[in-house]
């Protein structure tokens, strides 16, 4: 069965900085990997996904991620954090086979001004 | 742009009572799920449903849970007889397509139900 491991329940980091938040998965076969992102009295928003193709994916509001095989990882990035990027974040996998989508336990992330 | 709506924002229930949690999905999708979060905890899967049917379902999704498309806008998550562990945030979400191809879940805002 699919798992998504996202390690790290709070991520800080000052506006104008990197930022970065991990996830792990573990499927059967190639994944279908996807990040949502969820602000306060709000459903999760879809933000990039990445099915097949180039490692590197972008998404909404400049995020992008990259897929690692070796590392079986799709960490979600951004060069120049906004304080209005300070929400949940949720990672998601898939097995192609027609599992349902199953998501991490969400990191959330804190920018300071 | 279509939203998923979701009503009640806010249930309150006493244990054992019968729930009803109603989600108008996008117009034009055709799948439909349940998520819910348990507070602190992960988003986990409930169940998707397709033409009129339940196409997956989870451990979770017991007998004491049922979902029905009763008019083809709304899509409701019964619980006949909520518990404690019941409580969390469940989220309805629907797809054009299945979720893992070039149609991701669009998700509603939730609903928090509280037993007590």
């Known amino acids: 069965a699919q798992s998504v491991a996202q390690p790290e329940d709070q991520v800080n980091v000052a506006e104008g900085n990197p930022l970065t938040v991990k996830c792990t998965y573990s499927v059967s076969g190639n994944p279908y990997l996807f990040w949502y992102v969820q602000y306060p009295n709000r459903g999760l928003q879809f933000l990039l996904k990445?099915?097949?193709?180039?490692?590197l994916v972008k998404g909404s509001y400049g995020f992008e991620a990259e897929f690692n095989k070796s590392q079986t990882s799709f960490h979600l990035k951004k060069p120049s954090a906004l304080v209005s990027d300070s929400a949940l974040y949720f990672c998601?996998?898939?097995?192609?086979?027609?599992?349902?989508?199953?998501f991490g336990k969400g990191t959330r992330l804190s920018v300071i001004a | 742009e279509p939203e998923v709506t979701q009503t009640p924002s806010h249930q309150v229930t006493q244990m054992g009572q019968e729930v009803i949690l109603r989600c108008v999905p996008i117009?034009?999708?055709?799948?439909f799920y349940w998520y819910r979060q348990i507070l602190g905890q992960k988003v986990e899967f409930l169940v998707s449903?397709?033409?009129?049917?339940?196409?997956?379902k989870s451990e979770i999704f017991d007998d004491q849970f049922s979902v029905e498309r009763p008019d083809g806008s709304n899509f409701t998550l019964k619980i006949r007889s909520t518990k404690l562990e019941d409580s969390a945030m469940y989220f309805c979400?629907?797809?054009?397509?299945?979720?893992?191809?070039?149609?991701?879940?669009?998700f509603g805002n939730g609903t928090r139900l509280t037993v007590t």
């Open positions: 990445y099915i097949t193709g180039d490692n």
């Open positions: 449903f397709y033409n009129n049917e339940i196409s997956e």
């Open positions: 117009s034009n999708h055709l799948y």
């Open positions: 998601a996998v898939r097995d192609p086979s027609n599992t349902p989508l199953v």
């Open positions: 979400a629907s797809s054009v397509g299945l979720s893992s191809y070039n149609s991701p879940l669009h």
